[in-house]
C-alpha cells in the first residue's frame, strides 16, 4: 500500500462503520486566537467535543493537515517532522471503548496486514487522587482482540527495572496516558476537555535497537522509550471529562479522540524506522539527491540535513498552499523560517541551485490527488518559495561572512548582533542560535533571546503569547466578540456593498480584527454608518440560533460565508447561525459557522471600531472592541 492508498483505506473502514468523512480543515485555525496553527485532528472539533452537535452526525472520520511548529528542532531523526497528516476518527458520544479498540485492531492487522505480534498497547493505569479509575476496562478490549490472532496479551504495570519481560499491554501514568491540549491534567485550564488514552505502537524488532541505543537512560528499552526500536502509531483518547474549578467533571458525552500519524503507520507497514524513506517522500527526495550528486542514506553526516530540507519544504508547500507567505508576523514568520533554513541546508549539501520550487513541485505532485487545492495553487506556491529563497540566497553568503567574523572576535554572538543578522542578511534568530551550536559555542538561550527582543519591534506580533496554551478559547468575552464579528461583516456589505467579503479574522479576549476585501479606505462617515448599523441590532436584543441546513437552502436564506470545497464535500450539510427573528423571517445575519455564539445580541453591550487600516492591496482591517454601556 502506499500512503496514498493507506489514507483511503482507513477511511473507506471508518465510512463502512458509519462515519461521514470531512475534508482536512485549514493548517490556520479559524476565528482562534490562542493557537497559530492546527497541530492536532481534533483542534477544529472541539466545539463538538464539547457538545454542540456537528451537522454531520455522531461518527467523523478524517485525514487532517497538522503543523507543529515546537517540532521544529526535533527534525533531523527518523521519526519527528513538522507537517504530518494526522487520521482521526470521531465518536461524539456515540460509541466508546469496546468498538474504537475491536475496530483499531481489525484496521490495523486485516486491513493492513501489519503482524498483531509486533504491536504492543499502553493504557491508563488510573489516578486515584483525581478520582478517575485504572482502565482496566480498555485492556480487556486489547486482551480480547489479541486473542483473536492467538496472542495472550499480558498487562503490566510500567516501569519496571527489568524492562518489558512478558508484557504486551501496560499501564503508564498520567505523563504518558492521558491527553488534553494542554498535556497532564494540571496543565489543564478550566472548560478544557481531556481523557485518558490508550496508545499503538509498532515493534521494528530489537535488533534496530542495537543501531542507536541498548538501554535508554540507563534503563531497559520500553515501549515509550525513545531509543528508536517502538513507534508510536496511534492514540485512541477517551474523552469524556472536562476540567472544572475543583477537579475534572464528567462531559456530557462519551467522546472517542483517535489520532494516527499517517507517515508512521505508512513507515510501519514499510517496516523501516525512517519516515523520510516512505513513498510519499521519494519524489522530493530523488530532486534533493540529483541537486546535491548525493544519495540519502549513504553519507550519515548529510542524513539530517536532508531530512530538515524534506520536512521543511513540504510543510512551506502545504503552509502557502493555505494561504501563508512568508513573512515577519505571525505564521508566515514559520513558512519563512522553514525555507530559509532549508535553503541553508541545501547549500551545506553543495547545492548551488534553487532548491525550494522544484522540490516544492515533486510536492505538490506526490499530494495532489488527495489535496486538489494544491494543485491549483501550484503556480503561487512556486513563485512564493522562489521569491523567498531568492532573497535570502542574495544575502546568506554575505551574512554567514559576517557571522564568523562576529564570533572570531568575540567567540560569541550576542543578541544585538544576532538582530543584525537577522535585519540586515536575512537570518531567523532560530538559525543563527543553530549555527552558533554548530560551531561549538554554547549559546545562553534565554538571554540571546531577550537581547535580541529588545531590538526587535515584531515581537508585539505576540506570537510566543500565542504558544503557550494552545487552546480554542470558549470564553464569555471571545464568543461575544465572535457575534459582534458576524454583525460586523453585515455591516460592512449593508454600508459599502456586496463587494465586501471576509479574508481573515482573528479574536481574542479584548478585541476582534477583521480583514475585508474592499478598495480603499474607509471614510469617518462610514465608519460611523458601520458602527451604528451593529449598535442598532445590539439594542434591538435580537435572538440568535444556528440550523442545519443544506448548501441550496443555505445559500437560498442568504448565508454568507466560505462555501469553498471545504463545504462542498461536507455531504452538502452546513451550519449557519442566524441573527434576528425566526418568526418574522427576516435576518439582520446569516453566515455559515461551526459557533459558538451568544444566545442575544443585547449581551453585547455596545460596538466601537478601534482601527482601520490597510493591510495588503485591496485588503482592509478593522479592529474593534466590545463596551460596557451604562
Ligand atoms: N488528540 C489526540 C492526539 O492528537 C488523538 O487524536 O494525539
Same mark, same amino acid.
Do not use: A, H, Q, S
Given at each position: 500500500m502506499t500512503t496514498h492508498e493507506l489514507r483511503q483505506a482507513y477511511l473507506r473502514f471508518f465510512e463502512e462503520r458509519g462515519h461521514a468523512i470531512v475534508p482536512s480543515a485549514s493548517l490556520v485555525p479559524d476565528n482562534d486566537p490562542t493557537t497559530l496553527f492546527t497541530g492536532s485532528g481534533m483542534q477544529p472539533m472541539v466545539p463538538y467535543l464539547l457538545g454542540e452537535p456537528h451537522p454531520l452526525g455522531t461518527r467523523i472520520a478524517d485525514s487532517q493537515k497538522c503543523f507543529r511548529s515546537q517540532d521544529i528542532e526535533e527534525v533531523g531523526d527518523n521519526r519527528h517532522t513538522t507537517f504530518f497528516e494526522m487520521l482521526g476518527n470521531w465518536s461524539l458520544g456515540d460509541y466508546f471503548k469496546r468498538e474504537q479498540i475491536s475496530w483499531m485492531f481489525a484496521f490495523l492487522t486485516e486491513r493492513v496486514g501489519l503482524d498483531p505480534a509486533r504491536l504492543y498497547v499502553t493504557v491508563f493505569r488510573g489516578s486515584p487522587a483525581r478520582g478517575i479509575p485504572r482502565d482496566e476496562e480498555s485492556v480487556g478490549y486489547w486482551q480480547a482482540a489479541f486473542a483473536t490472532a492467538s496472542i495472550d496479551a499480558k498487562a503490566v504495570d510500567f #516501569? !519496571?527495572? @527489568? %524492562?518489558? $519481560? +512478558?508484557?504486551?499491554i501496560f499501564y503508564y501514568d498520567e505523563r504518558k496516558n492521558w491527553w488534553s491540549r494542554a498535556g497532564v491534567p494540571e496543565n489543564m485550564p478550566v472548560g478544557e476537555p481531556g481523557g485518558p488514552d490508550t496508545e499503538m505502537f509498532w515493534d &521494528? %524488532? #530489537? +535488533?534496530?535497537?542495537l543501531h542507536q541505543a541498548s538501554v535508554w537512560k540507563d534503563e531497559p528499552c520500553h515501549v /515509550?522509550? @525513545?531509543? $528508536?526500536? &517502538?513507534? !508510536?502509531i496511534g492514540n485512541n483518547v477517551f474523552m469524556e471529562y472536562v476540567r472544572a474549578s475543583d477537579g475534572f467533571a464528567k462531559l456530557p458525552q462519551q467522546n472517542v479522540d483517535f489520532g494516527g500519524g499517517l507517515e508512521r503507520l505508512a513507515a510501519a507497514l514499510a517496516d523501516d524506522p525512517d519516515v523520510f524513506c516512505i513513498d510519499a517522500f521519494d519524489g522530493p527526495r530523488a530532486v534533493v539527491e540529483s541537486l546535491s550528486r548525493l544519495k540519502y542514506g549513504k553519507h550519515a553526516e548529510h542524513t539530517r540535513t536532508f531530512r530538515i530540507i524534506l520536512d521543511h519544504l513540504r510543510a512551506a508547500v502545504f503552509l502557502i498552499g493555505d494561504g501563508v507567505f512568508p513573512s /515577519?508576523? @505571525?505564521q508566515g514568520y514559520f513558512v519563512r523560517r522553514l525555507i530559509r533554513r532549508a535553503v541553508r541546508c541545501a547549500a551545506k549539501l553543495g547545492i548551488q541551485e534553487p532548491v525550494g520550487a522544484s522540490v516544492g513541485e515533486a510536492v505538490v505532485e506526490t499530494y495532489a490527488v488527495a489535496y486538489p487545492s494544491l494543485s491549483e495553487g501550484r503556480a503561487r506556491i512556486a513563485a512564493e518559495l522562489s521569491q523567498e529563497e531568492e532573497k535570502f540566497r542574495r544575502s546568506l553568503e554575505k551574512g554567514e561572512r559576517e557571522f564568523e567574523k562576529m564570533l572570531a572576535v568575540s567567540e560569541r554572538v550576542t543578541g544585538e548582533q544576532a538582530f543584525v543578522l537577522y535585519t540586515t542578511y536575512g537570518f531567523p534568530l532560530e538559525l543563527t542560535e543553530e549555527m552558533v551550536q554548530e560551531k561549538g559555542y554554547a549559546i545562553d538561550k534565554e538571554a540571546f533571546q531577550a537581547e535580541f527582543r529588545k531590538h526587535q519591534e515584531l515581537s508585539r506580533s505576540g506570537s510566543e503569547q500565542k504558544f503557550a496554551g494552545g487552546l480554542a478559547d470558549h470564553s464569555a468575552e471571545t464568543t461575544r466578540l465572535h457575534t459582534a464579528t458576524h454583525l460586523l461583516n453585515q455591516a460592512l456589505r449593508a454600508v459599502l456593498g456586496p463587494h465586501v467579503f471576509q479574508r481573515g479574522s482573528n479574536i481574542t479576549r479584548e478585541r476582534l480584527r477583521f480583514d475585508f476585501s474592499h478598495p480603499e479606505k474607509l471614510t469617518s462617515e462610514q465608519l460611523a454608518a458601520v458602527e451604528d448599523w451593529v449598535n442598532d441590532i445590539i439594542r434591538r436584543d435580537l435572538p440568535v440560533h444556528y440550523e442545519i441546513l443544506g448548501l441550496d437552502e443555505a445559500k437560498a436564506r442568504g448565508a454568507i460565508g466560505v462555501f469553498d470545497d471545504k463545504y462542498a464535500q461536507l455531504g452538502d450539510k452546513i451550519k449557519v447561525y442566524f441573527v434576528g427573528d425566526v418568526a418574522a423571517g427576516t435576518y439582520a445575519s446569516s453566515e455559515v459557522c461551526g459557533g459558538p455564539h451568544? !444566545?442575544?445580541? $443585547? !449581551?453585547?453591550g455596545g460596538f466601537k471600531i478601534a482601527k482601520e487600516e490597510a493591510v495588503a492591496a485591496g485588503i482592509r482591517r478593522i479592529k474593534a472592541v466590545l463596551v460596557s454601556i451604562a
Open positions: #516501569p !519496571e527495572r @527489568d %524492562g518489558m $519481560g +512478558e508484557g504486551r &521494528f %524488532g #530489537p +535488533e534496530r535497537e /515509550n522509550c @525513545d531509543c $528508536g526500536r &517502538f513507534l !508510536e /515577519n508576523k @505571525d451568544v !444566545e442575544r445580541t $443585547g !449581551e453585547l
